[in-house]
T-cell receptor, first 113, second 118 residues
Framework: GENVEQHPSTLSVQEGDSAVIKCTYS??????FPWYKQELGKRPQLIIDIRSNVGEKKDQRIAVTLNKTAKHFSLHITETQPEDSAVYFC????????????FGSGTRLQVQP | GAGVSQSPSNKVTEKGKDVELRCDPI?????LYWYRQSLGQGLEFLIY????????KSGLPSDRFSAERTGGSVSTLTIQRTQQEDSAVYLC????????????????FGEGSWLTVV
């Protein structure tokens, strides 16, 4: 089955700096790669996703890149703000909706004001 | 409903008792997932239902765990003879099935059922 590894486990940045979280996956058939943000005591919520026919996707301060050859994908947050502080999970799947997502272990991001 | 609904939101039970956790997915979503999240940990896949297909039970940690989905909608996760290590948040999620050739649809999570076994 799929195995997703995520690094780093914790990340502390100063407000306004950029943050980068990296994930690798094992199943070359995976074609859907979402990122979820989970605030303390809350449910995970999708912030951005990318499909295997795209190499990069941006949404305001958030971007995700995908390298299918190397089987890794990354989340980039620019101009970080204190409200970006949360746990971020990457995930991978083949045709989500037909199979379950496999999640990384999470990255706790702390943005220092 | 507007979102994935789970009940109870909190449950404290004695070791050895059985518990049932309920999930009501988003209307029209035929895919339903159960995940478990221990305190400060990641999301552990438990079981996946899709329409009338046989469920993917590959993530269930032991035979004390079971789940069913009635009428293709509401799902119940049952934990028999609970142990302290079962204490966790049990998250249910649902999604639509992607159309052929489309690689994925968003999975939406419920607020979770916080289970504490004492």
């Amino acid at each position: 089955g799929e195995n997703v590894e995520q690094h780093p486990s914790t990340l502390s940045v100063q407000e306004g700096d950029s943050a980068v979280i990296k994930c690798t996956y094992s199943d070359s058939a995976s074609n859907y790669f979402p990122w979820y943000k989970q605030e303390l005591g809350k449910r995970p919520q999708l912030i951005i996703d990318i499909r295997s026919n795209v190499g990069e996707k941006k949404d305001q301060r958030i971007a995700v890149t995908l390298n299918k050859t190397a089987k890794h994908f990354s989340l980039h947050i620019t101009e970080t703000q204190p409200e970006d502080s949360a746990v971020y999970f990457c995930a991978a799947s083949v045709d989500t909706g037909r199979r379950a997502l496999t999640f990384g272990s999470g990255t706790r991001l702390q943005v220092q004001p | 409903g507007a979102g994935v609904s789970q009940s109870p939101s909190n449950k404290v039970t004695e070791k050895g008792k059985d518990v049932e956790l309920r999930c009501d997915p988003i209307s029209g979503h035929t895919a339903l997932y159960w995940y478990r999240q221990s305190l400060g940990q990641g999301l552990e896949f438990l079981i996946y239902f899709q329409g009338n297909s046989a469920p993917d039970k590959s993530g269930l940690p032991s035979d004390r765990f079971s789940a069913e989905r009635t009428g293709g909608s509401v799902s119940t996760l049952t934990i028999q003879r609970t142990q302290q290590e079962d204490s966790a948040v049990y998250l249910c999620a649902s999604s639509a099935i992607p159309r052929l050739g489309y690689s994925g649809n968003t999975i939406y999570f419920g607020e979770g059922s916080w289970l504490t076994v004492v």
